[in-house]
Nanobody, 127 residues
């Protein structure tokens, strides 16, 4: 079992950068695929980025490809989401998620949801 805590959200202007961190507690972090999802008010949750247990496979949604980067530090039990060139449409609550699996992270784009979630952190981008 793993518990997830996100930090790093905030209010920024369009074009700025933010880095979200997700710290995991529990054992075997290195065996978990990790992902970031977001949910804007009145909209469904969307899958943003994911990284496999060994960082060998990475997924980005089309809306963030080229602007966001996901990476992990297994020694620190932390996964990061570097968000550059932020746009107002990136405004949402961002959730970290995890699943103990060796499946590639693109599987979460097919509707299959991870089993563990953080509490979320708000990212607001003003125009």
């Amino acid at each position: 079992q793993v518990q997830l805590v996100e930090i790093g959200g905030g209010l920024v202007q369009a074009g700025a950068s933010l880095r979200l961190s997700c710290a995991a507690s529990g054992r075997s972090f290195g065996s978990y695929a990790m992902g970031w999802f977001h949910q804007a008010p009145g909209k469904e949750r969307e899958y943003v980025a994911g990284i496999s247990w060994n960082a060998g496979s990475i997924y980005y949604s089309d809306s963030v490809k080229g602007r966001f980067s996901i990476y992990r530090d297994n020694a620190k039990k932390t996964v990061y989401l570097q968000m550059n060139t932020l746009k107002p449409e990136d405004t949402a609550v961002y959730y970290c998620a995890a699943e103990q699996t060796r499946s590639p992270p693109r599987i979460w784009a097919t509707g299959w949801a991870p089993g563990y979630w953080g509490q979320g952190t708000q990212v607001s981008v003003s125009s």
